[in-house]
């Protein structure tokens, strides 16, 4: 089955330094990748997916990622973070079935930024 | 309505209560998909529905789970006799067409369940 892998569970980083947040995934063949974001109290909010185009996928809020085949890689990263930045993300998966299905999600990082 | 909205927002049940939550995805959206949160996990799928045709339910923990969605809008989930293991945020997510592959998924706010 399809898998992804978050390394670290809670991740700090000081505000203007870089966020580097890191997926893997577990297939054979590459399937669509996803991150999306959750703060407190809120729902899921996509920030970036992979569907095959382009391996540097540019998101939300100054968020990119990067899709490495080699590495089964997609890891999220921004160059500068913000206090606002503070939430849980989550890396997510749905094979490349080429039909509707549903996303495996990664037990999530947690982001702490401070002064 | 602006997103998918869910309803109760909390909802605290004595163990052995039957619950019933509701969803109301976004005007239009062709999917309608259910995950439960647990405490410190990410999100696990549990079931799925193209209009009112439920694809798949690999996901529902047990028999005690059930979903509908009759008219091919608002869903609800349904959970028999309550017990304290599915204490969780339940998370209700809607997207445009039936390749869900290629449409994000836009999810609603959840509905926080404690069982005592």
């Known amino acids: 089955a399809q898998s992804v892998t978050q390394l670290g569970s809670h991740v700090s980083v000081s505000e203007g330094a870089l966020v580097l947040l890191r997926c893997n995934y577990s297939?054979?063949?590459?399937?669509?990748l996803f991150w999306y974001v959750q703060y407190p109290n809120q729902g899921l909010q996509l920030l970036l997916k992979?569907?095959?185009?382009?391996?540097l996928v540019k998101g939300i809020n100054g968020f990119e990622a990067e899709f490495k085949k080699s590495e089964t890689s997609f890891h999220l990263t921004k160059p500068s973070a913000h206090m606002s930045d503070a939430a849980e993300y989550f890396c997510?998966?749905?094979?490349?079935?080429?039909?509707?299905?549903?996303?495996?999600f990664g037990t999530g990082t947690r982001l702490q930024v401070t002064l | 309505g602006a997103g998918v909205s869910q309803s109760p927002r909390y909802k605290v049940a004595k163990r052995g209560q039957d619950v019933a939550l509701r969803c109301d995805p976004i005007s239009g959206h062709v999917s309608l998909f259910w995950y439960q949160q647990a405490l410190g996990q990410g999100p696990e799928f549990l079931t799925y529905f193209q209009n009112e045709a439920q694809l798949d339910k690999s996901g529902l923990p047990s028999d005690r789970f059930f979903a509908e969605r009759p008219e091919g809008s608002v869903s609800t989930l349904k959970i028999q006799r309550t017990q304290q293991e599915d204490s969780a945020v339940y998370l209700c997510?809607?997207?445009?067409?039936?390749?869900?592959?290629?449409?994000?998924?836009?999810f609603g706010p959840g509905t926080r369940l404690t069982v005592l």
């Open positions: 997510a998966v749905i094979p490349y079935t080429g039909t509707a299905s549903k996303l495996t």
């Open positions: 992979y569907t095959s185009a382009a391996t």
């Open positions: 297939s054979s063949v590459p399937p669509y």
């Open positions: 997510a809607s997207s445009l067409t039936g390749r869900a592959t290629y449409n994000e998924q836009f």
